[in-house]
T-cell receptor, first 109, second 117 residues
Framework: GQNIDQPTEMTATEGAIVQINCTYQ??????LFWYQQHAGEAPTFLSY??LDGLEEKGRFSSFLSRSKGYSYLLLKELQMKDSASYLC??????????WGAGTKLIIKP | GAVVSQHPSWVICKSGTSVKIECRSL??????MFWYRQFPKQSLMLMAT?????????EQGVEKDKFLINHASLTLSTLTVTSAHPEDSSFYIC?????????????FGEGSRLTVL
């Protein structure tokens, strides 16, 4: 079966760095997405990785290893507004997005 | 960036009535749109894939007669929840990707929160 695993909840301190991991097992692979979702709002796009390596975008970076079925989202210089759920999603061979359950990130002052 | 508009944002209806939710791609043509449902504290669940000019493809367990999807143009898809019941109360979100799939990015609507009394 298809499976996406990510931690349920993480806590970090304002100004620090946090890494949210995601492992996946899917039938085929057409890219991995990271989305941010604040409570009650629609998800917003953060990153898309289809090749191995690190993609950096400001304070956020995303890494992918296809051979290991592994990705992480790295958030630097954490701000209170970064408190949200972070969704890892993998597009399978049929271009269907398989979603993880999300990681709730709590930022403390 | 590309924009997807979803309407209405909030809707409250009586049990047994039907509700229509619209999803529009404002500045690009979307041959494919996706409809998701999200229950509280759960992840997004794909309900169906909407293809312009053809019938939608529904995920297992989603009743096609209850959740009617129409994708009549390259910029508009609609989801109609027919004979809504309280258990249909949820957050419904649409997403779309550009006809020219070169960014790898899905664009999401703002979501529609449905409450059935």
């Amino acid at each position: 079966g298809q499976n996406i695993d990510q931690p349920t909840e993480m806590t970090a301190t304002e100004g620090a760095i946090v890494q949210i991991n995601c492992t996946y097992q899917t039938s085929g692979f057409n890219g991995l997405f990271w989305y941010q979702q604040h409570a009650g709002e629609a998800p917003t796009f953060l990153s898309y990785n289809v090749l191995d390596g690190l993609e950096e975008k400001g304070r956020f970076s995303s890494f992918l290893s296809r051979s290991k079925g592994y990705s992480y989202l790295l958030l630097k210089e954490l701000q209170m507004k970064d408190s949200a759920s972070y969704l890892c999603g993998v597009m399978d061979s049929n271009y269907q997005l398989i979603w993880g359950a999300g990681t709730k990130l709590i930022i403390k002052p | 960036g590309a924009v997807v508009s979803q309407h209405p944002s909030w809707v409250i209806c009586k049990s047994g009535t039907s509700v229509k939710i619209e999803c529009r791609s404002l500045d690009f043509q979307a041959t494919t749109m996706f409809w998701y449902r999200q229950f509280p504290k759960q992840s997004l669940m794909l309900m169906a894939t909407s293809n312009e000019g053809s019938k939608a493809t529904y995920e297992q367990g989603v009743e096609k007669d209850k959740f009617l999807i129409n994708h009549a143009s390259l910029t508009l898809s609609t989801l109609t929840v027919t004979s809504a019941h309280p258990e249909d109360s949820s957050f419904y979100i649409c997403s779309a990707r550009e006809q020219r799939w070169d960014t790898g990015e899905l664009f999401f609507g703002e979501g529609s929160r449905l409450t059935v009394l």
